[in-house]
């Protein structure tokens, strides 16, 4: 199936591993030009190479913390500079740490709301004009907007935020033609699920192994999911093959949620 990104424009947070790399990867494929983004300077342009060597795609590597405005509004600026325009934005950052709410301190709650929700908002509006109409945004989230998790309290309400935004944008920009949805990774075989794991563990005193067979245990399909998996489901969502889908949240989670 053609997806219709061939030569489209993709901006892809937090790409240079796990997830936003699963989803670069995914639309390089399909033939778009990439301009990609990480705070590790090294990650990021090694990430770039890669993607090059393995799909041929143009890519534009441009190291950039998301948690800063002026950093967004330059990563924006040179990927306009370069291809004129953004058709696709995917929206990601780092999850917040782990911790029980008594644990948590305001400077922690402040820090979260910068990382997940501030920086969600700050790239839409730094991406904005420069969209087209057929343009899309998507963002990642958590399974726990649905079902709150273990000691993920900040992840929670910040990305339940995420949420709520991606809503009330998708009625806001539906008269510039505009489709903003929300994607939920279920345990998807990342560094950041193997943390939680090793956190699980440890807070419970067994083996990182253990945590790890009773959580993929609850998982219909029994496996991880991969970031190739995750990554095509993301492409579909901004590519024009899902023109008439716009305010949704699609699960990629091998059927883990239980909510209906």
């Known amino acids: 199936m053609d997806l ?10 937090a790409a240079s591993k796990g997830l936003g790399y699963g989803v670069a990867r995914a639309l390089a494929r399909e033939g778009a030009h990439l301009s990609i983004c990480s705070r590790d ?15 041929g795609a143009q890519v534009l590597a441009v190291p950039c913390d998301v948690r800063e405005a002026a950093a967004i509004e330059a990563w924006v600026a040179q990927t306009v500079a370069r291809w004129g325009s953004i058709d696709a934005l995917l929206v990601n950052a780092g999850g917040p740490p782990a ?3 008594k644990e948590i301190t305001d400077a922690q709650w402040q820090a979260a709301f910068e990382l997940t929700l501030l920086s969600t908002v700050r790239m839409i509006r730094a991406a904005l004009p420069h969209m087209p109409h057929g343009a899309a945004i998507l963002t990642i989230t958590s399974s726990s907007i649905k079902e709150p998790i273990e000691r993920l309290g900040l992840s929670t309400v910040m990305r339940a935020g995420v949420a709520g935004l991606v809503k009330t944008l998708a009625d806001e920009l539906s008269g510039d033609g505009i489709r903003v949805n929300n994607l939920i ?7 950041r699920v193997a943390q939680l794991d090793q956190g699980t563990a440890a807070a419970r005193g067994i083996s990182f192994e253990q945590a790890r067979a009773e959580a993929v245990g609850k998982i219909p399909l029994r496996r991880l999911g991969s970031i190739d998996e995750f990554g095509a489901a993301a492409a579909f969502l901004l590519s ?3 023109a008439y889908i716009t305010g949704a949240t699609l699960r990629v989670d091998g059927g883990a949620m239980r909510s209906i």
Do not use: C, M, S, W
């Open 41 to 55: 300077a090294d990650q990021v342009r090694l990430a770039g190479e890669k993607l090059t060597a393995e799909t």
């Open 185 to 191: 990774p279920g345990r998807i075989d990342t560094d």
């Open 4 to 13: 219709g990104l061939k030569n489209k424009v993709a901006l892809v947070a």
């Open 240 to 242: 024009p093959a899902a």
């Open 99 to 101: 911790a029980t709410f």
